[in-house]
């Protein structure tokens, strides 16, 4: 694979034909946790996941209005439909304090990208709710489209999670089909060509994939029950550590230090924190209002952003944690009861991006006041945004 490599921190956090330049991976022990809820891979359906009906094969056009609820992620899931955890809490104390200001890396070579600097790479997934085939847009942060990076007639289904490169300046983005059983991440240049494709462990049960890349250059993956590393240069994914028993997989992001965040929607409701060494710990819960947490973005200054819910009236919100560990409201009220966010990213300014997929399906933009306005809806075309990048490298740089 073209240096599937670089130093994007903030991605969407999202979150995918067989073709050559097919790239062995690793196998790994079976791990539980194959589904999206939480389970051990039962989860089927056009797309790979299980809709609001609770129809596991995808649904009907009904659906398309719906949330997802995979047993948590709209806040009204029981703890049994993402597989109860028992009487054991699988996470440890909350984590400690950041210290010390993180590295300052290099800044990248100009013309790096056939993207065009500041615009918006949106994956948009129609498939979740039985509303046609995923496709990929590159958006003006004005709300114009500048082009189809992978259009609909691809017949992709299970679209998920969504990556640039910066240094090959190529589109990563990942499928879990179940119905075909594919599960794999493929790599696009900018004019939405096919360059290669890594498929996940084929012992495994099969599962959604989350993605994210470290500051120095390594593609990170979760997958299964468990995050894969790829160092920059390398064509082979291999297997770092397992998720700690019971929870499930929202989406990944690292900040500069290394430390790889991840959100467990389905079971645990919480934000934990893998240092580099493997070592993990709970940045915040339910007791600090997080409520089915999913997407994910981490800015320069070490602030983790996290969507999700209102406990009380299930409207969607965004919380930050600074360094520290507090958590606070960043924005209240940005989409009604019967949506949900997923995609979140930054661009160089620090300026929030988010996609609301239900009723009134919408690319918005975060301002620092919490306030929010539609940047694209359904007037441009989306159907279900699922995320989003920006094509920048939100990170200081010398």
């Known amino acids: 694979m073209t240096a599937l490599r670089a130093l994007f921190l903030c991605v969407g956090p999202l979150l995918l034909l067989a073709c050559s330049g097919t790239i062995a991976v690793n196998d790994h022990e079976p791990l539980q946790d194959a589904g999206l809820d ?30 997802v609820d995979a047993g948590g992620v709209d806040g009204f899931g029981d703890a049994e439909d993402a597989g109860a955890l028992g009487d054991e809490d699988p996470l440890p104390d909350r984590c400690p304090p950041l210290s010390e200001n993180p590295p300052v890396h290099a800044c990248l070579a ?4 056939d993207f065009t600097l500041g615009n918006l790479l949106v994956l948009d997934s129609p498939s979740m709710a039985s509303a046609g ?9 004005e709300g114009v489209v500048a082009q189809t990076v992978v259009p609909q007639s691809n017949n992709i289904l299970g679209a998920r999670d969504l990556l640039l490169d910066p240094l090959s300046g190529n589109l990563l983005y990942s499928v879990s089909d179940w119905t075909g059983q594919i599960f794999e991440i ?24 989350a993605m994210a890349f470290d ?21 082979t994914l291999a297997w770092w550590l397992d998720f700690p028993e019971g929870v499930g997989l929202g989406e990944i992001d690292l900040d500069r230090r290394g430390n790889l965040y991840l959100t467990d929607p389905f079971t645990t409701e919480s934000v934990i924190r893998f240092a580099p060494d493997g070592s993990h710990c709970t940045l915040a819960g339910p007791e600090e209002g997080l409520a089915s947490p999913y997407g994910l973005c981490i800015t320069p200054n070490d602030e983790v952003y996290v969507t999700g819910f209102d406990p009380e009236s299930h409207d969607c919100q965004i919380r930050k ?10 924005a ?20 929030l991006y988010a996609t609301v997929e239900g009723p009134q399906s919408a690319l918005l933009k975060i301002h620092a006041d919490g306030s929010h306005e539609v940047v694209a809806s359904e007037a ?6 699922a995320n989003v990048v920006s094509v920048s490298t939100p990170y200081p740089c010398e």
Request: proline share 4%.
């Open 38 to 67: 939480g389970s051990d891979g039962d989860d089927a359906g056009d797309a790979g996941f299980v809709d609001a009906g609770g129809d596991v094969d995808g649904g009907d056009e009904g659906d398309a209005d719906e949330i």
């Open 321 to 330: 944690i600074d360094p520290t560990g507090t958590v606070s409201l960043a």
């Open 215 to 235: 500051h120095l250059g390594a593609l990170h993956v979760a997958y299964d029950g468990a995050v894969y590393k790829m160092p920059a240069g390398d064509s």
């Open 332 to 351: 209240d009220d940005v989409a009604a009861a019967g949506s949900s966010i997923r995609g979140l990213d930054t661009d160089a300014t620090g300026q």
């Open 380 to 385: 441009q075309g989306l159907v279900r945004p």
């Open 110 to 113: 100009a013309g790096w990208t």
């Open 133 to 141: 085939m995923d496709f990929v847009l590159e958006i003006t942060p």
């Open 186 to 209: 493929r790599e696009v240049d900018a004019n939405g060509t096919l360059l290669n494709t890594l498929e996940m462990p084929t012992t495994t049960n099969g599962g959604n994939i």
